[in-house]
């Protein structure tokens, strides 16, 4: 079973129950699809028994040697990335687009494309199961594709070592590695927290799960901070028929277990917190689609 845990928007403590739901009795797969800002390896230090490259894209580089500086790259090129500096012609790696263009026009066949291959796609042990992640190197693209590769290989992980279950911390916001993430899956938890922006993108969060025709949950995490706008939120759910698998309190705790290196259900099984994210998990597992 693969479960994809997203939020709206960052923050909202989705990291934070993926690895509390992934610590809890019975080992899993997680996967870390936030690949734009992977963090929970950070927490679980996982074993790299398996470290692939990914290829983004490419990127232009100049042969100064055959370079005559004409400029004429810099007149064609649309995302300004070519400049000229002291008389030399510049490309600037961050904004390159990987277009091909300036290679094609240029008459003294100076410029190179080359793989972008500084992102890399991680699968190992860590102290619950089996661990994958990926790390987009910084100013590299198609972070979707990316996530998809994380996926494949969670999957497979999952099929060789018997793990029933696949845990997705996916990004936030709704956009590409999104959609790459929860496409395909069985159940999706959508993580809010009780503000007027928590409200605004969960909402947008749930169209975009509705649109996959996705059984969706909602955790209203730090629910006590904003007793108002929580209410809110669970009246906008009922109304538009999704499920609220469960609130949860604000507790500093959080921050001193991720601060020892440990989940919240791992630092104190014994908390209110860690009980009510064990309730959570088993509603969620046992709840038909």
Same mark, same amino acid.
């Given at each position: 079973?693969?479960?994809?845990?997203?939020?709206?928007?960052?923050?909202?403590?989705?990291?934070?129950?993926?690895?509390?739901?992934?610590?809890?009795?019975?080992?899993?797969?997680?996967?870390?699809?936030?690949?734009?800002?992977?963090?929970?390896?950070?927490?679980?230090?996982?074993?790299?028994?398996?470290?692939?490259?990914?290829?983004?894209?490419?990127?232009?580089?100049?042969?100064?040697?055959?370079?005559?500086?004409?400029?004429?790259?810099?007149?064609?090129?649309?995302?300004?990335?070519?400049?000229?500096?002291?008389?030399?012609?510049?490309?600037?790696?961050?904004?390159?687009?990987?277009?091909?263009?300036?290679?094609?026009?240029?008459?003294?066949?100076?410029?190179?494309?080359?793989?972008?291959?500084?992102?890399?796609?991680?699968?190992?042990?860590?102290?619950?199961?089996?661990?994958?992640?990926?790390?987009?190197?910084?100013?590299?693209?198609?972070?979707?594709?990316?996530?998809?590769?994380?996926?494949?290989?969670? #999957?497979?992980?999952?099929?060789?070592?018997?793990?029933?279950?696949?845990?997705?911390?996916?990004?936030?916001?709704?956009?590409?590695?999104?959609?790459?993430?929860?496409?395909?899956?069985?159940?999706?938890?959508?993580?809010?927290?009780?503000?007027?922006?928590?409200?605004?993108?969960? #909402?947008?969060?749930?169209?975009?799960?509705?649109?996959?025709?996705?059984?969706?949950?909602?955790?209203?995490? #730090?629910?006590?901070?904003?007793?108002?706008?929580?209410?809110?939120?669970?009246?906008?759910?009922?109304?538009?028929?999704?499920?609220?698998?469960?609130?949860?309190?604000?507790?500093?705790?959080?921050?001193?277990?991720?601060?020892?290196?440990?989940?919240?259900?791992?630092?104190?099984?014994?908390?209110?917190?860690?009980?009510?994210?064990?309730?959570?998990?088993?509603?969620?597992?046992?709840?038909? #689609?």
């Amino acid at each position: 079973m693969e479960i994809a845990i997203i939020s709206g928007k960052g923050g909202t403590g989705k990291s934070s129950l993926s690895a509390a739901f992934a610590t809890l009795n019975s080992e899993v797969v997680i996967a870390d699809c936030d690949v734009d800002a992977a963090n929970l390896y950070l927490l679980f230090n996982p074993t790299h028994e398996e470290e692939i490259d990914y290829i983004s894209g490419h990127k232009a580089v100049i042969n100064y040697d055959l370079c005559s500086n004409c400029g004429i790259c810099q007149s064609y090129c649309r995302f300004d990335a070519i400049s000229i500096i002291n008389s030399s012609v510049v490309i600037s790696e961050i904004s390159c687009d990987g277009c091909f263009l300036c290679s094609r026009i240029c008459p003294e066949n100076a410029i190179k494309m080359v793989q972008n291959d500084k992102s890399r796609m991680y699968s190992g042990s860590f102290r619950n199961g089996k661990m994958v992640y990926g790390r987009l190197a910084p100013g590299e693209e198609n972070s979707g594709k990316l996530v998809n590769m994380v996926r494949e290989k969670a #999957k497979q992980v999952s099929s060789e070592n018997g793990l029933e279950t696949i845990i997705l911390d996916g990004p936030p916001g709704i956009g590409c590695p999104v959609i790459s993430t929860i496409t395909g899956v069985d159940k999706v938890v959508i993580v809010t927290e009780p503000t007027i922006s928590g409200l605004h993108d969960m #909402k947008r969060t749930v169209e975009i799960v509705q649109k996959f025709s996705l059984p969706a949950f909602v955790i209203i995490n #730090k629910y006590d901070l904003n007793s108002d706008m929580s209410y809110q939120i669970e009246d906008w759910c009922k109304q538009n028929r999704i499920t609220i698998a469960g609130l949860l309190p604000f507790d500093k705790q959080m921050v001193e277990a991720m601060i020892m290196g440990k989940s919240i259900t791992e630092f104190n099984p014994d908390l209110d917190i860690s009980k009510k994210i064990k309730t959570i998990w088993n509603k969620i597992l046992n709840q038909k #689609k």
